[in-house]
């Protein structure tokens, strides 16, 4: 049975950091394209950052560019999101989400965690 559960989000003040944490079992892990989604209140789903099953590719979008990593120890089938820099705007419940045979992103057919609320105050 596979499991994906995220951990490390919580509440920081404009300009702090958090860093995310994402552990999959069920599944050879780095056998999976990893991502990191968001979604406000009211708001659509967000794709926020992607990392290849070895690590050596990655996507980011506009509104992280710069102030968010994403990285990956397939050691310890965990995925890890560093968020710097932290804005009001990136308030959400934060996705981790694991899938096979794609080349860089997952999608909505992937194995997706329960996640994390993400609170940045002004």
């Known amino acids: 049975q596979v499991q994906v559960v995220e951990s490390g989000g919580g509440l920081v003040q404009a300009g702090g950091s958090l860093r995310l944490s994402c552990t999959a079992s069920?599944?050879?892990?780095?056998?999976?394209?990893m991502g990191w989604f968001r979604q406000a209140p009211g708001k659509e789903r967000e794709k926020v950052a992607c990392?290849?099953?070895?690590?050596?590719?990655?996507y980011y979008a506009d509104s992280v560019k710069g102030r968010f990593t994403i990285s990956r120890d397939n050691s310890k089938n965990t995925l890890y999101l560093q968020m710097n820099s932290l804005r009001p705007e990136d308030t959400a419940m934060y996705y981790c989400?694991?899938?096979?045979?794609?080349?860089?992103?997952?999608?909505?057919?992937?194995?997706w965690g329960q996640g994390t609320q993400v609170t940045v105050s002004s």
């Open positions: 069920g599944l050879t892990f780095d056998d999976y394209a």
């Open positions: 989400v694991a899938e096979r045979f794609v080349f860089l992103c997952p999608t909505t057919s992937g194995y």
């Open positions: 990392i290849r099953r070895s690590g050596d590719s990655t």
